[in-house]
């Protein structure tokens, strides 16, 4: 047994081996090459399971929307060029967006759609057309420091607006903030007539500012807890 004794040893009391570790060497298992690759497909179905759980928001649209053939999509990374033109166009016709940001261009817009389709705390909706196109997109995304749902868009192209399309991403909103848990939540616009409507919706002016157009700006806030939307 001498030659073996970095190893092996009688177990005392008992006629048996015991395995023994030499000094400073570690036990090490290697894992299979590919359990990592298992890991990542394990970790995207998960999300991706969580993400789909948005598919109940994809209520139907109120009847003047959906009597012209206008239906609910959740965004896709395929709807975000057609998404991010849309936004650019109507920010650039209504708020004068060339004359504030002259070198904002669809990609930045893209990139920020982009950035939360994976994230199942986000909702994003495309609404389209008989034809398939992109008329109209809404995203709702968690805040990174607290409990707060933002929404970063809701934009519909002015030939289909007045279809009750705008309400209904919110109250969509809404839902997907209370059954995330979340305390409130907060939008901005330089819209009158948006305003309107988001106060009807139950959210409230907190600041209200000019924006570097010398056009009016408001910061509103939806209390998930308090507010009751229709």
């Known amino acids: 047994m001498r030659i073996f004794n970095n190893f092996f040893q009688i177990a005392p009391k008992r006629n048996e081996l015991q395995y023994k570790i030499p000094f400073k060497r570690k036990l090490e298992i290697s894992p299979p090459i590919d359990s990592f690759d298992r890991l990542d497909s394990i970790h995207d179905i998960t999300q991706k399971q969580e993400i789909d759980k948005n598919k109940k928001y994809l209520t139907n649209l109120p009847f003047p929307a959906k009597a012209i053939g206008l239906y609910p999509t959740l965004l896709k ?36 759609l982009m950035k939360y389709l994976k994230d199942p705390l986000s909702l994003s909706f495309g609404i389209k057309n008989k034809e398939g196109d992109i008329v109209g997109v ?28 705008g309400a209904w991403m919110l109250n969509n909103f809404i839902d997907k903030a209370k059954n995330e848990g979340f305390e409130s939540i907060n939008l901005n616009t330089a819209r009158l007539k948006a305003k309107e409507l988001y106060e009807r919706m139950g959210f409230k002016v907190i600041i209200e500012a000019k924006n570097p157009a010398g056009l009016p700006h408001w910061l509103m806030q939806y209390d998930v807890h308090q507010g009751v939307h229709p």
């Open 138 to 165: 809404g995203s709702m995304h968690k805040a990174k420091n607290n409990n707060t749902g933002f929404i970063s868009a809701i934009y519909i192209d002015k030939m289909y607006r007045g279809k009750g399309i």
């Open 77 to 112: 990374e395929i709807d975000c060029d057609a998404a991010s033109k849309l936004i650019i166009d109507t920010e650039n016709i209504e708020l004068r967006l060339t004359e504030l940001a002259p070198d904002i261009d669809s990609n930045f817009i893209k990139s920020d």
